[in-house]
């Protein structure tokens, strides 16, 4: 089960980091990723880090202002979101993928997902 949080309102410019916890104790084992989705618009893949930690990518969108994590001690993956757009208005998902690979942004391919946290950046 994944819980993600830090969602909010926020101001063009500002930041926000997202934080999503996952119960078990196989975290490690997954590949973690964030979505997004806006209103009428699709499921878009936001960014996404390798089981280590070692590997990080990210959408064209959002690199250079935002940088996933993760600490595997704390089961949590979080993504720090910088000079904030208001079109990165959007509900957030965390998901977890088991089968590490190059379809990191590829949203059927991830096996669990989290409820959501909405961002909402005000101009």
């Known amino acids: 089960q994944l819980q993600a949080s830090g969602g909010g309102l926020v101001q063009a410019g500002g930041s926000l980091r997202l934080s999503c916890t996952a119960s078990?104790?196989?975290?490690?084992?997954?590949?973690m990723g964030w979505f997004c989705q806006a209103p009428g618009k699709d499921r878009e893949f936001v960014a996404s880090?390798?089981?280590?930690?070692?590997?990080?990518y990210y959408a064209d969108s959002v690199k250079g202002r935002s940088t996933i994590s993760r600490d595997n001690a704390k089961n949590t993956v979080y993504l720090q979101m910088n000079s904030l757009k208001p079109e990165d208005t959007a509900v957030y998902y965390c998901?977890?993928?088991?089968?590490?690979?190059?379809?990191?942004?590829?949203?059927?391919?991830?096996?669990?997902w989290g409820q959501g946290t909405l961002v909402t950046v005000s101009s």
């Open positions: 078990g104790r196989t975290f490690s084992f997954y590949q």
């Open positions: 998901a977890a993928k088991l089968r590490s690979g190059s379809d990191y942004y590829v949203g059927p391919h991830y096996d669990y």
């Open positions: 880090i390798s089981r280590s930690g070692g590997g990080t």
